[in-house]
């Protein structure tokens, strides 16, 4: 049942119909460029891989952190902290930078800031990760799409020459649905990196949300009005005047 729309596909036609062009066109085409789409989509896939995991090691995040911001804001104040988070590269030292530089404004400042940061560093890194996924749920479709193609063929060339029989189409549909295998081996792999990647953005957000989780709770125990003072420690409005 499932081979009747191929027959139907390559049953006689009249020559300048619709079908027949199209028929002419998928015989022409072939499956060979889709097997050539499929290994371009593989290295841009491999090459996207990479240059994400290459940004994640520069991007890892100072080990205990938080714990060594929290420690400093309870012994030092800002003036103490904003030298733990300089020129560090983490999503969670860039909530810190800006959530420390926007103490003195009060704590629903800090608490828009820290938001803010966080979506922005969001969108570095899931930069390339949206093509991963669709590599990964699209690629087996264009396989398949190949795999038709090359049985279209098959039975074309069936219809051409009955001599050889099932032989040719057998060899014909085997070659085709390598088309199917590469379409699963480029997705697979895609598919993987896409979910751990996806799985270490949400981590480090979470370690980041809970970074300014701890600069806003001490915002709020010094007071809405906290500044910093001239030795480097906050100090609240009251205690300015």
């Known amino acids: 049942m499932i081979l009747l729309p191929l027959v139907f596909a390559v049953s006689p036609v009249s020559e300048g119909t619709l079908d027949a062009e199209l028929l002419e066109l998928m015989l022409r085409v072939g499956s060979r460029w889709v097997l050539w789409l499929l290994l371009g989509l593989s290295l841009s896939g491999i090459a996207v891989a990479l240059e994400r995991l290459a940004f994640y090691a520069l991007e890892r995040r100072p ?3 938080q714990a060594r911001i929290g420690a400093a804001l309870k012994a030092g104040g800002v003036g103490a902290a904003l030298p ?11 909530v810190a930078r800006a959530a420390l530089s926007a103490v003195g404004q009060g704590g629903d400042s800090v608490s828009e800031v820290i938001s803010a940061t966080i ?5 570095r890194y899931e930069r390339m990760l949206a093509f991963l996924g669709t590599l990964g749920n699209n690629a ?3 396989g398949l799409f190949g795999t038709v193609l ?6 074309h060339d069936l219809a051409s020459n009955t001599a050889q029989g099932a032989q040719a189409v057998m060899a014909g549909i085997a070659e085709a649905l390598v088309a199917t ?8 792999p895609a598919v993987a990196m896409y979910n751990l990647f996806a799985r270490h953005v949400e981590t480090v957000s979470s370690s980041a949300t809970a970074m300014g989780h701890t600069i806003l709770a001490h915002v ?3 007071g809405a009005g906290a500044t ?10 009251d205690e300015v005047h």
């Open 63 to 65: 080990a205990d952190l």
């Open 84 to 94: 733990l988070v300089h020129g560090a590269r983490s999503m969670e030292a860039a």
């Open 119 to 123: 979506e922005n560093e969001r969108l």
């Open 140 to 142: 087996p479709f264009v």
């Open 150 to 155: 090359g049985i279209i063929r098959a039975f």
């Open 181 to 188: 295998g590469v379409g699963l081996l480029v997705a697979l």
């Open 220 to 222: 709020k125990a010094v």
């Open 228 to 237: 910093v003072g001239p030795g480097g420690n906050s100090r609240t409005t």
